[in-house]
């Protein structure tokens, strides 16, 4: 947590210069007055980290000589939470007001004015986890997406659901909302460079997005079934089957590998002694701890307990 209340007021709107250039990249920022109050909060979840600003009116620049500096390896994804943001970047303007979500090319100037005291919440994303084109990436931003309704509904209360509990989630929960997350952002980058998605080339891969993204939502749940799954998308079995084998896999596999996973992180994170098996498997939608251990063991060629045994006597496996 940064705060311009920690240092003399005359002195505020330079430390908050210097908190942004450290937490998020570098940009000029000015005000109306020769003060200012701004607090910064920053986390991470998996590999992205995520910094909730809330501040003064003010004016943000990011220019062409921090560009250079060599920062800018992350697209910013934010919600505004609270008041507006008047942004401009690759020849477009928009208002982002309170809900709305907003993508930003940290390789590019920007600029963003806001004229109230405000509060938002940057997800940075490392650019390789979306892999996207750079010619996609100019469409996104400069364009305000409400919340209204499709994936945008999805991913909105996410974002500034985890943003606020960010600190709370042990490592391997992290990492599994972290993958979510970036799922949930590429599937909603994809609906919005196309109106119709089955029409873009990649509309399988997004369906699998959304498809993979409730799964790991759904873990929990013994009854997750492929006929589950295919109704809460509106596609037949048959399709869903379809989907998963041109990925050479199974939906049932796939499902049983990311049970198996989230188990292997959960067992390795606990203190020596306080393993529960059981309750872990019955944690991650495994019937029984004899049906979790049949698997491990057919994934792995040891039982839960002597893959532990091996995690704790060498370290956790790379």
Do not use: N
Not at 73 to 99: H, K, M, N, P
Not at 199 to 209: I, K, Q, S
Not at 272 to 286: D, K, S, Y
């Amino acid at each position: 947590m940064l705060t311009t209340r920690s240092v003399p007021p005359a002195e505020s709107l330079e430390y908050w210069h210097d908190a942004v250039l450290d937490t998020l990249v570098g940009m000029d920022i000015a005000a109306e007055g020769s003060t200012y109050d701004a607090t910064l909060r920053t986390d991470r979840l998996g590999e992205l980290r995520i910094t909730t600003v809330e501040a003064d009116p003010g004016r943000v620049h990011r220019a062409p000589r921090f560009i250079a500096r060599g920062d800018g390896r992350e697209i910013f994804v934010a919600v505004q939470s609270t008041g507006r943001a008047l942004v401009e970047q690759d020849g477009r303007r928009t208002e982002l007001r309170a809900g709305d979500l907003g993508f930003f090319e940290t390789l590019r100037p920007f600029r963003s004015i806001f004229p109230d005291r405000f509060r938002m919440k940057i997800f940075a994303v490392p650019r390789r986890l979306l892999d996207l084109p750079e010619a996609d990436v100019r469409q996104l931003t400069g364009r305000a997406v409400p919340p209204g309704d499709g994936l945008p509904a999805l991913l909105v209360p996410l974002l500034e659901r985890l943003a606020d509990t960010s600190a709370s989630y042990t490592a391997p929960t992290a990492e599994r909302l972290a993958g979510s997350v970036v799922d949930l952002v590429a599937a909603t980058a994809a609906d919005l460079l196309g109106a119709d998605l089955a029409e873009l080339p990649g509309a399988d891969d997004v369906l699998l997005l959304r498809i993979r993204t409730y799964i790991r939502w759904h873990l929990s749940d013994p009854g997750l079934t492929p006929t589950v799954i295919a109704r809460a998308h509106g596609i037949s079995v048959r399709c869903l089957h379809r989907l998963f084998q041109a990925e050479g896999t199974t939906v049932c596999r796939w499902i049983r590998d990311q049970r198996l996973r989230e188990c292997r992180r959960e067992l390795a994170a606990r203190p020596p002694g306080r393993a529960g098996l059981g309750q872990v498997a019955r944690r991650w939608g495994f019937g029984s701890a004899a049906g979790f251990g049949k698997a491990f063991r057919g994934s792995f060629g040891l039982s839960p307990t002597d893959w532990l045994a091996r995690v704790r006597a060498e370290g956790p496996p790379c």
